[in-house]
T-cell receptor, first 114, second 113 residues
């Protein structure tokens, strides 16, 4: 079975631009979570979606938004990019809605903001 | 602030030796998980231990949990060069009506051949 997939793998943007990152969960998984990982640190929770509804939101500004589609894939949007948004963005899926469950991570999208 | 903090930040050992990493957290938890990350790629789940469990094994991995001290340890026995990676603990933290998963800053393990 295919694991969690993310696209694109790498992205370069300039300050003020907008970016959309995509994630496809493992087949049968209904929950998708997004994390931001800055170099040298652990992943920081951004959002969790379950059954197309937002389940949880971390301490990120409103420039960050996400949605989940009927096929359970998800998009993360970041507006008005700042240099500090440069990071590895990780998507994780799980079968149910509990964030305490084992999370299955994708390879990530590496975003560089210039 | 981080819920979980790993100790040490970095660890260098010889192949065949054991590696022990520790994690401390601040609030009560349902589960504690350990993940591995190779060279800034996606995280791989290693083991989940529930709050009512004290010890769990998986192959060469042994995890302990002490909820009274709010701490956990990950032991990798007979380490291999392929174990070189960053290791993170993750705990669930309640926020309003839901939970979020909080990762520590990680332990970078280097296993020398």
């Amino acid at each position: 079975d295919a694991g969690v997939t993310q696209s694109p793998t790498h992205l370069i943007k300039t300050r003020g631009q907008q970016v959309t990152l995509r994630c496809s969960p493992i087949s049968g998984h209904k929950s998708v979570s997004w994390y931001q990982q800055v170099l040298g640190q652990g992943p920081q929770f951004i959002f969790q979606y379950y059954e197309k509804e937002e389940r949880g939101r971390g301490n990120f500004p409103d420039r960050f938004s996400a949605r989940q589609f009927p096929n359970y894939s998800s998009e993360l949007n970041v507006n008005a990019l700042l240099l500090g948004d440069s990071a590895l963005y990780l998507c994780a899926s799980s079968p149910g809605g509990g964030i305490q469950e084992t999370q299955y991570f994708g390879p990530g999208t590496r975003l560089l903001v210039l | 602030s981080q819920q979980g903090e790993e100790d040490p930040q970095a660890l260098s050992i010889q192949e065949g030796e054991n590696a022990t990493m520790n994690c401390s957290y601040k609030t009560s938890i349902n589960n504690l998980q350990w993940y591995r990350q190779n060279s800034g790629r996606g995280l791989v789940h290693l083991i989940l231990i529930r709050s009512n469990e004290r010890e769990k094994h998986s192959g060469r991995l042994r995890v302990t949990l002490d909820t009274s001290k709010k701490s956990s340890s990950l032991l990798i026995t007979a380490s291999r060069a392929a174990d070189t990676a960053s290791y993170f603990c993750a705990t669930d933290a309640r926020m309003d009506s839901s939970y979020k998963l909080i990762f520590g800053s990680g332990t970078r393990l280097l296993v020398r051949p």
